[in-house]
Nanobody, 118 residues
């Protein structure tokens, strides 16, 4: 199977920055896409950003111009650079991977808490 390990969450003041990382390991023939989702208390999990195998990116409207998704294919790792954070960005951030191994499967990380507060 595949394990996704996230890191980089924490407490930051409004206007600050954080960088999340997510490393995939295990049985991986090909990573088709990776992405970041988030879930705030009492809300549904929502898409934040995705990046495809070819490098195409997409972002939720709420984070465009502030967040940047990138990847290191050699390390099977995806990053989320988050700038100009505001309290509405407070959530648990989850890494997601679309992987081909014994078929095509979706995997999730355990989540990392991001709290934006003064």
């Amino acid at each position: 199977q595949v394990q996704l390990v996230e890191s980089g969450g924490g407490l930051v003041q409004p206007g600050g920055s954080l960088r999340l990382s997510c490393a995939a390991s295990g049985i991986i023939f090909r990573i088709n896409a990776m992405g970041w989702y988030r879930q705030a208390p009492g809300t549904e999990r929502e898409l934040v950003a995705t990046i495809t195998r070819g490098g195409s990116t997409s972002y939720a409207d709420a984070v465009k111009g502030r967040f940047t998704i990138s990847r290191d294919s050699a390390k099977n790792t995806v990053y989320l650079q988050m700038n100009s954070l505001n309290p509405e960005d407070t959530a648990v951030y989850y890494c997601n991977a679309d992987v081909t191994n014994r078929g095509r499967n979706i995997y999730w990380g355990q989540g990392t808490q991001v709290t934006v507060s003064s």
